[in-house]
């Protein structure tokens, strides 16, 4: 095969590439646009579970000119990256299916749509659990001669620090179907290893959350009974001795 043969289907793959990128990015944009109007009403809806448990006549502060605009409009941007990750999914799935195996289809279109679920499932569970109980911790914290009043953008940091970190935790049982999909490892020796597991767990949860040992447990607990679920669910995907001599010729 001639070098030129060799380079048209690289360039083949980088425009579809290309074209997919774009794709994503229009989507992304498509969603802000419909979204902006509403910026404000968003950023009230993120910071209501401090909002109701603020101390009597305290209130959120804007420490910079520009926060007040700036502030909503980010929140905006990245909930629309949040609602377009279906379709961003959708686009990673077309680039690489032609290059699958007909097993590995029925196995990643599947995971990309659970995944999805987990992660939303994720970012539910901070709001509607891990943020009332720790900002209701918080506010009930007072020192002598210091008012309670948080700065919108620092608020929105820290909101979405927690999002990321429970999105990402949630896709334990992903993760652990992958790794024992492809042969790292098997549900058995998962188990063998849950002592070491659950550590793990309190460990990352330590890294990923403020420090606060309530925080900590809300996301360390979840994991866990995550891993139980992604080992259960692992041992229908473990790879079948036909499916790897498929893929080695």
């Known amino acids: 095969m001639s070098s030129v043969e060799q380079t048209q289907p690289l360039i083949s793959h980088l425009l579809e590439l290309r074209d997919r990128l774009l794709r994503c990015v229009v989507a992304v ?11 404000n009403h968003i950023y009230e809806f993120i910071s209501k579970p401090l909002v109701e448990r603020l101390p009597e006549g305290a209130t959120m502060i804007a420490t910079d000119v520009a926060s007040p605009f700036f502030t ?3 929140l905006t941007l990245i ?26 289809r029925r196995l990643v279109m599947p995971l990309m749509f659970s995944s999805s679920v987990l992660f939303y499932g994720g970012v539910a569970f ?3 659990v891990v943020f009332p109980l720790i900002f209701g911790f918080f506010t009930a914290i007072s020192l002598g001669g210091v008012s309670f009043a948080t700065d919108i953008s620092s608020y929105l940091d820290f909101v979405l ?7 990402i935790a949630f ?12 042969g790292a490892t098997t549900p058995a020796t998962l188990r063998e290893k849950r002592p070491y597991i659950v550590v793990a767990a309190f460990v990352v949860g330590m890294m990923l959350t403020p420090p606060d040992i309530i925080s900590q447990t809300l996301l360390a607990v979840p994991m866990c ?11 229908f995907y473990t790879k079948k001795e036909s499916e790897v001599e498929e893929s080695d010729s």
């Not at 799935?93 to 032609?98: D, H, L």
């Open 29 to 39: 944009i498509v969603v802000f646009i419909c979204l902006v109007y509403f910026s």
């Open 72 to 74: 909503p409009l980010k």
């Open 79 to 104: 909930v629309s990256v949040f609602v377009a990750v279906p379709f961003l999914l959708y686009q990673i799935w077309a680039f690489v299916a032609p290059g699958l195996y007909k097993h590995e």
């Open 126 to 128: 901070a709001y509607f």
């Open 161 to 167: 620090a927690l999002f990321l970190a429970f999105g």
């Open 171 to 182: 896709e334990v049982p992903v993760a652990i179907i992958l790794l024992c999909w492809t």
């Open 225 to 235: 009974l995550l891993f139980e679920i992604g080992v259960f669910c692992a041992r």
